[in-house]
């Protein structure tokens, strides 16, 4: 290999971001429905697994090669919350709810309360929005809920978007790297103490203990 081949390696490497989103929500909301149809723009309708799963994509957001770590979370009851690993892990966080499932919003609420003060970029999601003949939340609903986190909102169907799924993956990226963008002045201070830090150090710590990537290029 020349060695302008490995600068442009070099070069290329360099432009890339990460981001490690975790995918949150009850069982059967739709959450690799979701993850699944960002990575490969295809439904699948029955996704079968047992446990936490990873993959990395890449993608472009305006312009910038982004890599998305993706955690495609697996409660198997309405009472197993994420591990605090996940939530130390991940840069931002897409909670999903369905809009035919009470349950699945005070799951959100009950994952809301649990990060207390942990503030992670966010973005809440109401998945499911061509079952409006069992909607049992409604739009102002989720609005409300999003206004109260602080954070973006969107009803989608993932079962029929492909560009609007992507957008929420997107949206989440950009508010992610602009706090990383802000932050990065006083990134040592944030290393030598305070609640980032505890965040910063257990995501390294966390890696090697999440379930393992998947490649899916
Ligand atoms: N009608 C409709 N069904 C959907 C939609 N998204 C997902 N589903 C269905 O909802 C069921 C659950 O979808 P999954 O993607 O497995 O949900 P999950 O949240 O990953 O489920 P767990 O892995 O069990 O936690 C499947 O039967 C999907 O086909 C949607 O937008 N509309």
């Avoid at 295809?42 to 047992?50: A, F, L, N, T, V």
């Avoid at 897409?94 to 207390?116: E, F």
């Avoid at 049992?136 to 169907?157: H, M, P, Y």
Wanted: glycine residues 6%; charged residues 30%.
């Amino acid at each position: 290999m020349t060695s302008n081949a490995i600068k442009g390696i070099r070069r290329k490497k360099s432009t890339l971001s990460e981001v490690k989103i975790a995918i949150v929500g009850a069982p059967g909301v739709g959450k690799s429905a979701l993850t699944v149809r960002f990575i490969t723009k295809r439904y699948i309708g029955e996704y079968d697994h047992q446990s936490d799963l990873r993959y990395k994509h890449e993608a472009m957001v305006d312009g910038d090669a982004i890599i998305f770590d993706l955690l495609d979370s697996c409660p198997k009851t309405l009472d197993e919350v994420p591990s605090s690993e996940t939530l130390n892990w991940a840069d931002g966080l897409v909670l999903v709810y369905a809009i035919t499932d009470r349950n699945s919003i005070n799951y959100i609420k009950r994952v809301k309360l649990m990060l207390g003060s942990i503030d992670l970029p966010t973005v809440l999601i109401a998945n499911k929005g061509d079952l409006i003949h069992l909607r049992q939340i409604s739009t102002e609903e989720g609005e409300n809920l999003a206004r109260s986190f602080d954070c973006w909102f969107k009803e989608v169907t993932a079962a029929e978007q492909v560009s609007q799924i992507a957008d929420v993956f997107h949206e989440l990226c950009r508010e992610i790297l602009q706090i990383r963008k802000k932050n990065k002045q006083s990134l040592l201070d944030r290393m030598l103490g305070g609640k980032t830090v505890v965040r910063t150090y257990a995501r390294g710590k966390s890696d090697s203990a999440l379930p393992k990537e998947r490649n899916n290029d």
